[in-house]
């Protein structure tokens, strides 16, 4: 099948009789014949569930389904998407070891390797990755390369082909962040990455009604990594993952829109008076206009960021201003929502670091969702025109 009937379709296929929508399997323990039958369960000799810290229909539906739409062997679903993470980089380096990290990476990402993993005795070594010479020079005796496809805030486009081509030859491996594209959008996988975890909390789930991470690849690391979930209880439950391939179901549309009304945002809102520069990264003028072409030609997603001219003062008169737009700091979801970096995302680095890597006191992030692109363009405008 070609990727949106997989959309629809991953994670199950319905027998005769099966209900259409799949049932919440709300328990937490199953039950067995006899010693026998758990042990086969338990050994994988025979197909079932033992415990829904170990797994469940729900959260193994889920699972299937991402790793199928990333092209990946198995999946892993997690209670958040720093839980997958925390499980994927602990899978790749469980003892300490020198650990890859993109100056752009996620706040809290960077919190955990900083604040959790380098007081265990793992060195950090933080990398632009748009520095190929400097990545190589960072990946000598490293246990992993992390990076995102799309960055948070500021959506600059990772080469992920020339850090993967770099990572195999250094013999490390490449975990990618691929929230802000979706799937739908980019398979690192494809470009030679080892792992793909998402968020699914954002576009995956799609509605802002859950909290869940996945983290996909062979079968062999996921399994690792499944292990360490089970004995750290960091386990997804039913109904979020119910909830998650609810959402996954029209991720093919909802990743369209989202796309389009972000695009037509940033051409209406760049060059505009009181906006002082717009990331976007398919904006012809934008310096990751190339590498966006080529590893996200169905588009870049509903993310993009905004410099206002007059910093914060400017940034809470928008948000007074506001009429459609709300401020919220999560993102992927249906409805247009603006988040302050400063404040949200990564309020936990020093304000030099934001600075040094492009966050200002006037950069605001927009989760663009589903609206008419005409409505949002006019509360936006409106919004940062009165702004002083």
Same mark, same amino acid.
């Given at each position: 099948?070609?990727?949106?009937?997989?959309?629809?379709?991953?994670?199950?296929?319905? +027998?005769?009789?099966?209900?259409?929508?799949?049932?919440?399997?709300?328990?937490?323990?199953?039950?067995?014949?006899?010693?026998?039958?758990?042990?086969?369960?338990?050994?994988?000799?025979?197909?079932?569930?033992?415990?829904?810290?170990?797994?469940?229909?729900?959260?193994?539906?889920?699972?299937?389904?991402?790793?199928?739409?990333?092209?990946?062997?198995?999946?892993?679903?997690?209670?958040?998407?720093?839980?997958?993470?925390?499980?994927?980089?602990?899978?790749?380096?469980?003892?300490?070891?020198?650990?890859?990290?993109?100056?752009?990476?996620?706040?809290?990402?960077?919190?955990?390797?900083?604040?959790?993993?380098?007081?265990?005795?793992?060195?950090? +070594?933080?990398?632009?990755?748009?520095?190929?010479?400097?990545?190589?020079?960072?990946?000598?005796?490293?246990?992993?390369?992390?990076?995102?496809?799309?960055?948070?805030?500021?959506?600059?486009?990772?080469?992920?082909?020339?850090?993967?081509?770099?990572?195999?030859?250094?013999?490390?491996?490449?975990?990618?962040?691929?929230?802000?594209?979706?799937?739908?959008?980019?398979?690192?996988?494809?470009?030679?990455?080892?792992?793909?975890?998402?968020?699914?909390?954002?576009?995956?789930?799609?509605?802002?009604?859950?909290?869940?991470?996945?983290?996909?690849?062979?079968?062999?690391?996921?399994?690792?990594?499944?292990?360490?979930?089970?004995?750290?209880?960091?386990?997804?439950?039913?109904?979020?993952?119910?909830?998650?391939?609810?959402?996954?179901?029209?991720?093919?549309?909802?990743?369209?829109?989202?796309?389009?009304?972000?695009?037509?945002?940033?051409?209406?809102?760049?060059?505009?008076?009181?906006?002082?520069?717009?990331?976007?990264?398919?904006?012809?003028?934008?310096?990751?206009?190339?590498?966006?072409?080529?590893?996200?030609?169905?588009?870049?997603?509903?993310?993009?960021?905004?410099?206002?001219?007059?910093?914060?003062?400017?940034?809470?008169?928008?948000?007074?201003?506001?009429?459609?737009? +709300?401020?919220?700091?999560?993102?992927?979801?249906?409805?247009?929502?603006?988040?302050?970096?400063?404040?949200?995302?990564?309020?936990?680095?020093?304000?030099?670091?934001?600075?040094?890597?492009?966050?200002?006191?006037?950069?605001?992030?927009?989760?663009?969702?589903?609206?008419?692109?005409?409505?949002?363009?006019?509360?936006?405008?409106? =919004?940062?025109?009165? =702004?002083?």
């Amino acid at each position: 099948m070609r990727l949106d009937s997989r959309a629809v379709h991953a994670g199950r296929e319905p +027998r005769a009789r099966d209900p259409l929508a799949p049932p919440i399997v709300q328990t937490s323990v199953y039950v067995f014949d006899d010693l026998e039958d758990y042990d086969a369960v338990a050994d994988g000799r025979r197909p079932g569930h033992l415990y829904a810290r170990n797994s469940n229909e729900n959260v193994a539906m889920l699972e299937a389904a991402v790793a199928d739409l990333e092209g990946a062997e198995a999946g892993l679903a997690t209670a958040s998407g720093m839980a997958a993470i925390s499980a994927a980089v602990s899978t790749f380096a469980p003892r300490p070891a020198p650990v890859v990290a993109a100056a752009d990476t996620y706040g809290s990402t960077l919190g955990l390797l900083r604040q959790d993993l380098a007081p265990l005795g793992y060195e950090l +070594r933080v990398v632009d990755t748009g520095d190929l010479e400097a990545v190589e020079r960072a990946l000598t005796g490293a246990a992993l390369l992390l990076c995102e496809t799309i960055t948070n805030p500021l959506c600059r486009v990772t080469d992920l082909e020339a850090i993967c081509r770099l990572g195999a030859a250094h013999g490390v491996p490449v975990l990618v962040d691929n929230t802000f594209a979706s799937p739908l959008l980019c398979r690192p996988l494809e470009a030679g990455a080892a792992a793909v975890v998402h968020s699914a909390t954002k576009y995956i789930g799609g509605h802002s009604d859950l909290v869940a991470g996945v983290l996909v690849g062979d079968r062999a690391l996921v399994e690792r990594a499944r292990a360490r979930v089970i004995r750290n209880g960091a386990c997804l439950g039913p109904f979020e993952a119910w909830l998650a391939v609810r959402g996954l179901r029209t991720l093919h549309l909802r990743m369209r829109r989202h796309s389009d009304n972000a695009l037509c945002l940033a051409r209406h809102l760049d060059g505009r008076p009181g906006v002082r520069v717009v990331h976007h990264p398919l904006l012809e003028n934008s310096p990751y206009f190339e590498v966006a072409s080529r590893l996200l030609p169905h588009g870049s997603g509903g993310m993009f960021a905004l410099d206002l001219a007059g910093g914060r003062e400017a940034v809470q008169t928008m948000l007074r201003r506001l009429r459609l737009v +709300r401020f919220a700091a999560s993102l992927g979801g249906v409805e247009t929502t603006v988040s302050y970096p400063d404040l949200t995302s990564h309020r936990s680095l020093p304000p030099e670091e934001r600075l040094a890597r492009g966050i200002t006191p006037g950069t605001v992030r927009i989760s663009t969702g589903l609206e008419d692109p005409e409505d949002l363009a006019e509360d936006l405008t409106q =919004a940062i025109r009165e =702004a002083p």
